[in-house]
């Protein structure tokens, strides 16, 4: 069976700070891997997906993320963080093309500290 | 480009009444999905369908029922409202290797 840890419910940075949330997979087959983010009374977004090809995935606002198969580990970073950043962000993992049916993490929320 | 949208967006209902949310989509995808949000478990997977009059369990079935008559249609029914059955869930439709979410809707039985 699948599974995501995220690590930290809560993480707090300074506007203009690195942003890194944690997340680690448990999958028997080689995964795929996702980053989505929630606004408040919103629905999920997709910032980014690892889908077997490069390792560095790069995805909006100026989100990345890296793949590391000895580490399991799929941690998303942002360089500076932005007081727009603040939100819910979730890791999730599939190992179904098509099918997709996501395993999703517990979440970390992120707050920005002017 | 409407995408995902369900509703009602809020609903309000007592214990042992009958709730259907509904939801439609707009790009004909072929699969569809029903989450629900708690806090402390992110999302976990209610029901899926992978084509018309095809649906399958997900990892918390017991209390639900879906059909999907129609490509662009996923109704998620609530035979018998429970106050754990409280919470906000989102429909979702994929293609290739992509989900995507709709707005949501936030139920609460008391």
């Known amino acids: 069976a699948q599974s995501v840890t995220q690590l930290g419910s809560h993480v707090s940075v300074s506007e203009g700070a690195l942003v890194l949330l944690r997340c680690n997979y448990s999958?028997?087959?080689?995964?795929?891997l996702f980053w989505y983010v929630q606004y408040p009374n919103q629905g999920l977004q997709l910032l980014l997906k690892?889908?077997?090809?490069?390792?560095l995935v790069k995805g909006i606002n100026g989100f990345e993320a890296e793949f590391k198969k000895s580490e399991t580990s799929f941690h998303l970073t942002k360089p500076s963080a932005h007081m727009s950043d603040a939100a819910e962000y979730f890791c999730?993992?599939?190992?179904?093309?098509?099918?997709?049916?996501?395993?999703f993490g517990q979440g970390t929320r992120l707050t920005i500290n002017p | 480009d409407a995408g995902i949208t369900q509703s009602p967006r809020y609903k309000i209902t007592e214990t042992g009444r009958q709730v259907t949310l509904m939801c439609h989509q707009t790009?004909?995808?072929?699969?569809m999905f029903w989450y629900r949000q708690d806090l402390g478990h992110g999302l976990r997977l209610i029901y899926y369908?992978?084509?018309?009059?095809?649906?399958d369990k997900g990892e918390v079935p017991d209390g639900y029922v879906v059909s999907r008559s129609k490509t662009e249609n996923f109704p998620l029914t609530l035979e018998s409202a429970t106050r754990s059955q409280t919470s906000v869930y989102f429909c979702?439709?994929?293609?290739?290797?992509?989900?995507?979410f709709g707005e949501g809707s936030w139920l609460t039985v008391v």
């Open positions: 999730a993992v599939s190992d179904l093309v098509g099918a997709q049916k996501l395993v």
């Open positions: 369908s992978a084509a018309a009059d095809i649906t």
């Open positions: 690892y889908t077997s090809a490069a390792t």
């Open positions: 979702a439709s994929s293609e290739l290797d992509t989900i995507y």
């Open positions: 999958s028997s087959v080689p995964p795929y």
């Open positions: 790009w004909s995808h072929s699969y």
